[in-house]
């Protein structure tokens, strides 16, 4: 009884929407919400992009949810820097 307990516990924690790592995983989601009132993709594409390595790429989602004066947390611009690195930057 106590290890169907211990389960259901587990599982509830691992489930949980609240749980950090699922949510910091959802850059994609947090860019698609917030972040397309200025510009599109296209600006992560273009030959002359100003963004050149993923420090950079970093300051410069912090610039722009500044801009939308978002507040977000570290977790929630690294996930969208690392969303934007995967399918765009590629550093
Ligand atoms: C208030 C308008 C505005 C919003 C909203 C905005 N941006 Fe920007 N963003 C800009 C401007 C202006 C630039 C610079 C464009 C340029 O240099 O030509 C830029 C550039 C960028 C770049 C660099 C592109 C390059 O040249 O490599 C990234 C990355 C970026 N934005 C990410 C984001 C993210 C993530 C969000 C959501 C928080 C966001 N932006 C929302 C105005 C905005």
Request: charged share 25%; net charge positive.
């Amino acid at each position: 009884m106590k290890k169907i307990f211990a389960g259901l516990m587990l599982t509830a924690i691992l489930c949980s929407p609240l749980s950090p790592n699922l949510y910091a995983a959802d850059g994609k989601a947090i860019y698609s919400k917030n972040c397309t009132g200025c510009h599109g993709t296209e600006v992560f594409t273009r030959p002359d992009r100003k963004v050149k390595n993923r420090p950079d790429l970093q300051n410069r989602v912090r610039q722009c949810s500044y801009a939308i004066e978002a507040k977000w947390f570290d977790e929630e611009i690294t996930a969208v820097a690392e969303y934007l690195n995967k399918d765009f930057y590629k550093f």
